[in-house]
T-cell receptor
Framework: EPEVTQTPSHQVTQMGQEVILRCVPI?????FYWYRQILGQKVEFLVS????????KSEIFDDQFSVERPDGSNFTLKIRSTKLEDSAMYFC????????????FGEGSRLTVL | AQSVTQPDIHITVSEGASLELRCNYS??????LFWYVQSPGQGLQLLLK??????LVQGIKGFEAEFKRSQSSFNLRKPSVHWSDAAEYFC????????????FGKGTTLSVSS
């Protein structure tokens, strides 16, 4: 069964360092997302991406964050200068249908900022 | 404002007993509704979804949910809980437009006692 894969599963970094989280969405999907979940809190939307551009972003997704799809298969989330509060589980998701809705999530990348 | 409320933070149910997890939403447009499950250390897995039609929807693992428009609710049920159902359950709502972000509730942690 096709699945969304994410790497790394866990990354520890120092505050101020750049981090790139990688995702391989399901191959025929068209819409891509990043969500995050701070420990003990709800899953929060960060950004959606379609047709090589951001279609929607939340207040969380500030200038420190960026996304790209560099090669037609990977979908990356970059945090330029990590802060302690960026520590969270980051989930990538993708969907196919133009009517939207059902998302297929990866297993997440846990980011720990020290 | 768009929101999803899961009033129960933590529920404990005896194995074999029935389960109902509550979800209420506030959404301006006609919503798509979802229940996701997250087992420890895992990603989010879709249990079931409601787009239209029959308001009682069946999902995987023996779960079902009923959409009640008049109550803005989408409660999740299972007639007989198994120990493996212990996990965190998230209700989510989205719009019918392509690429629209899902809004998640804060989740309900289900513990199953023997």
């Amino acid at each position: 069964e096709p699945e969304v894969t994410q790497t790394p599963s866990h990354q520890v970094t120092q505050m101020g360092q750049e981090v790139i989280l990688r995702c391989v969405p399901i191959s025929n999907h068209l819409y891509f997302y990043w969500y995050r979940q701070i420990l003990g809190q709800k899953v929060e939307f960060l950004v959606s991406f379609y047709n090589n551009e951001i279609s929607e972003k939340s207040e969380i997704f500030d200038d420190q964050f960026s996304v790209e799809r560099p090669d037609g298969s990977n979908f990356t989330l970059k945090i330029r200068s990590t802060k302690l509060e960026d520590s969270a589980m980051y989930f990538c998701a993708s969907t196919l249908t133009p009517t939207g809705g059902e998302l297929f999530f990866g297993e997440g990348s846990r980011l720990t900022v020290l | 404002a768009q929101s999803v409320t899961q009033p129960d933070i933590h529920i404990t149910v005896s194995e074999g007993a029935s389960l109902e997890l509550r979800c209420n939403y506030s959404y301006g447009a006609t919503p798509y509704l979802f229940w996701y499950v997250q087992s420890p250390g895992q990603g989010l897995q879709l249990l079931l979804k409601y787009f239209s039609g029959d308001t009682l929807v069946q999902g995987i693992k023996g779960f079902e949910a009923e959409f009640k428009r008049s109550q803005s609710s989408f409660n999740l049920r299972k007639p007989s809980v198994h120990w493996s159902d212990a996990a965190e359950y998230f209700c989510a709502v989205g719009a019918q437009q392509a690429g629209t972000a899902l809004i998640f509730g804060k989740g309900t942690t289900l513990s199953v006692s023997s």
